[in-house]
């Protein structure tokens, strides 16, 4: 009797009878753990979440959790074993997932995938920024939705077209207003010649902007069109970000907006309340790097906290001169070229914040760091004398870092670059 309540109360608890009726919902959840797969088979390979990342520098926290790597409590090969026997764990409970809903045990898959979900989402949200990723939001928010609210098809189909809509906000710059972010590669577009670029990405920010609205529409040639624009789309971005982006979000647009697409209404009611929250939560996440002050392209601040894919082509080149008792100073030197590299000032803080740290001899870390974006000039937007001796901060502007229009020194220029 204590079992059935049990059950009674988790079908309840989170909306399960929508998934028990619906087979859309259980074609969203065969794909969301499909996603969960491809994520732990890149994780168990990198040890970022590892004690010896931290010991040797290697880790990385958000700026609102600077001491992550106090927590982190794995080892990854060839240090130990606990890094893998935890993701082989996780694989165990994913294929015992899979074996449920080949069973058509729905409620067993659905509750085998919490702990998929909350491991990731501490993972991404918490304990690593190495692990971000635009993908790792679209799926963290699938999941979510899923695993726990009410009208679970209105709000998986509203979240991936507000998705569409929130990453124009970091296509409004001239690396895509005038297609700068690709005529500053060596290689341009992919298959596309020089002369379309603007008009090609225009029309993104358009259908981003505006025909992803259509796709909730009633099922007519609009929504068909629309449809097959984002097909079209996803395929074409996978030629640069390759299969990870696309395998998260085409099977759930096949799912929810392919051949067997039927209108959902806008649900009312208190229970809709979670699903709003959420979408304002994803609308603030996007706003902060715009209510920061500055130019976010260049500083940076706050624009991991939203959508951020292709929304400038960095340049950058670094010189820290690490000053220790009793030695002669050591310069070293980094560049990166590659278009993909955010070029972010907050790693560069981090980094050498851990160096202060673990090292006793370290008086200070000198830092030269100039950035270009889209092709124009290198600028020094960072030049300070001990980067250990000043904070960043999380939510606001970071007065260390400059840009062109705060005196920030122009440096040089730089050549045609690659993505990666």
């Not at 979408?279 to 130019?295: E, K």
């Not at 292709?310 to 050591?330: L, M, S, W």
């Not at 590299?341 to 560069?348: E, F, G, L, P, S």
Request: hydrophobic share 45%.
């Amino acid at each position: 009797m204590n079992l059935d309540r049990f059950r009674n109360w988790y079908d309840s608890s989170f909306s399960l009878k929508e998934l028990y009726e619906s087979e859309l919902l259980k074609a969203a959840l065969v794909a969301v753990l499909f996603a969960y797969f491809l994520t732990f088979n890149i994780w168990i390979q990198e040890f970022r979440f590892t004690i010896e990342a931290v010991e040797q520098g290697k880790h990385l926290c958000w700026p609102y959790a600077k001491n992550c790597g106090d927590w982190y409590f794995l080892s990854g090969l060839p240090f130990g074993y606990t890094a893998n026997i935890f993701y082989m764990g996780l694989f165990g409970i994913m294929g015992w997932s899979a074996w449920a809903m080949w069973r058509g045990q729905w409620r067993l898959a659905h509750g085998l995938m919490w702990p998929l979900f909350i491991w990731k989402a501490l993972m991404v949200l918490l304990f690593s920024m190495s692990q971000v990723g635009n993908y790792e939001y679209y799926h963290l928010v699938f999941s979510l939705i899923l695993l726990a609210f009410p009208h679970k098809i209105f709000f998986l189909k509203f979240s991936l077209v507000w998705f569409y809509f929130l990453s124009v906000a970091a296509k409004i710059h001239p690396a895509w207003t005038l297609g700068t972010y690709f005529s500053t590669l060596k290689t341009g577009l992919p298959v596309l010649p020089d002369m379309v670029m603007p008009v090609w990405t225009n029309f993104v920010i358009f259908m981003e902007m505006v025909g992803a609205w259509f796709l909730l529409g009633p099922k007519n040639l609009w929504q068909r069109l629309a449809f097959i624009f984002f097909v079209i789309f996803h395929l074409y971005s996978g030629l640069l970000v390759s299969y990870r982006y696309p395998a998260t979000v085409l099977p759930m647009l096949f799912i929810l907006f392919g051949p067997l697409y039927q209108q959902t209404k806008i649900p009312t009611g208190i229970k809709t309340l979670p699903g709003w929250l959420l979408m304002a939560l994803l609308g603030l996440g996007q706003s902060i790097s715009h209510i920061i002050p500055g130019d976010e392209k260049s500083t940076m601040e706050g624009n991991f906290y939203g959508l951020y894919m292709f929304e400038a082509n960095h340049q950058c080149v670094e010189q820290a001169t690490i000053y220790r008792k009793g030695d002669d100073p050591e310069v070293l030197k980094k560049e990166s070229f590659q278009a993909r590299n955010r070029c972010d000032a907050y790693r560069v803080w981090f980094k050498h914040q851990q160096q202060c740290k673990s090292d006793s001899t370290i008086e200070r870390i000198e830092i030269q760091f100039d950035h270009s974006i889209n092709g124009n000039p290198f600028y020094r937007t960072i030049d300070i004398p001990d980067i250990c001796a000043v904070d960043y901060k999380p939510f606001s502007r970071n007065d260390w870092i400059k840009t062109d229009k705060e005196g920030a020194e122009l440096i040089g220029y730089p050549m045609r670059n690659y993505y990666y």
